[in-house]
């Protein structure tokens, strides 16, 4: 199952965009052997500041076709680092050939893509900028697919 970190804004050089460089690096060693992978980072601008509705096409337009569309939202679910790896391999099981994890601008996702959404999800309460999101969801990619390899990278 190909992931594409579809998010908006462009990552400038810099330790965020080196974490990113890394996980996704690990991830595809880990995770090729369990059928996930590769990962890679789709970057959209709204250039014309048109706001979350005009982010929102931008956002759909790098959505490939059928793929499961996962937004990460402050009011999506919160999971443990084993139940998301499960919940990958679970997408990865039901012959999902893309996933599409999705991650708005400063004001966050666009309610109209958050209902067209197959899944929400939240990496807890507290709200992140988008930048950092990307480098904690490229690491949580890599320890699923460690969790589901049975390496000991995650520790419970």
Partial sequence: MRIHIIAVGRLRAGPEKDLIGDYLTRFARSGRALGLGPARVVEVE???NGGMGNEAALLRRAIPDG?????????GRVESSPDFAQRLAGWRDQGRGDLALVIGG?????????????FALSLGKMVWPHMLVRVML???LYRAASI????????N
């Avoid at 793929?67 to 009011?75: K, M, N, S």
């Avoid at 004001?107 to 067209?116: F, N, Y």
């Avoid at 589901?148 to 520790?155: E, M, S, T």
């Fill in 46 to 48: 709204d250039r014309k």
């Fill in 67 to 75: 793929a499961l569309i996962a937004v990460l939202d402050e009011r």
């Fill in 106 to 118: 400063a004001d966050g996702i666009d309610p109209a893509l958050r209902a067209e959404a197959d």
């Fill in 138 to 140: 490229a690491e949580q």
């Fill in 148 to 155: 589901l390899a049975g390496a000991p990278y995650h520790r």
